[in-house]
């Protein structure tokens, strides 16, 4: 393979976060378990990959310490945040010890596997590792997705948006399910 990174210029690390952060996104916190040690960190970069068969992206930075927990057939679990659960999402971004800690629950995912989920989320996929690609600092880890979480709703996610949390202003949205047949 080609290796692309020879010759080309850098891009500027602040500048890339600040165009990529353009990008919105919801927010996650995914958990994986082991020894009976739970392990979570906020991420954004999730992204659906496969229907046939059910695959997601994560990845999460070499340096996590989540990392350690997630290797080839390992359970995770993907957990979407709601507009009231920022403060969940500054916990496991590493916020310990700026803020109280926020009230939390894990809930076992007994079908699944042995990753639980977290409490109060607007959705959740159950996931076991089934690929974990170099992605320079991080680790392109691809989820074979188990189960699924799909509580009732209203849907009102938490988002993030150049580099701030954001919500959804368009409040109608919140209460439809989404469309599982918005593009193939
Ligand atoms: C909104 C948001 C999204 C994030 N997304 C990711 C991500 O996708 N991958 C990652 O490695 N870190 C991401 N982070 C940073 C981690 O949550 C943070 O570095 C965390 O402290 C890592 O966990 P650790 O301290 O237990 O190692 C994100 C943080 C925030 C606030």
Partial sequence: ???????????????????????????????????????????????????????????????????????????????????????????????????EVPEYEFIPWDAAGTAPRLGGCIGALACCVYRIHDGGDHWIVVGRVLDLHQPSGPYRPLLFYAGKYDQLRRQEMAHLMPSADAYE
């Fill in 1 to 99: 393979m080609t290796d692309i990174t020879a010759n080309s210029t850098t891009v500027d690390a602040k500048a890339y976060r600040q165009t990529i952060g353009l990008f919105a996104t919801g927010v996650t916190v995914l958990l994986a378990e082991k020894d009976g040690e739970v392990r979570g960190m906020t991420a954004n970069a999730v992204s659906s990959l496969s229907l046939n068969p059910t695959l997601v992206i994560v990845c999460p930075s070499k340096k996590a310490h989540l990392s350690e927990f997630l290797h080839d057939g390992a359970y995770f679990t993907i957990n979407i945040l709601g507009e009231d659960q920022e403060p969940i999402s500054n916990h496991f971004a590493g916020g310990w010890g700026q803020t």
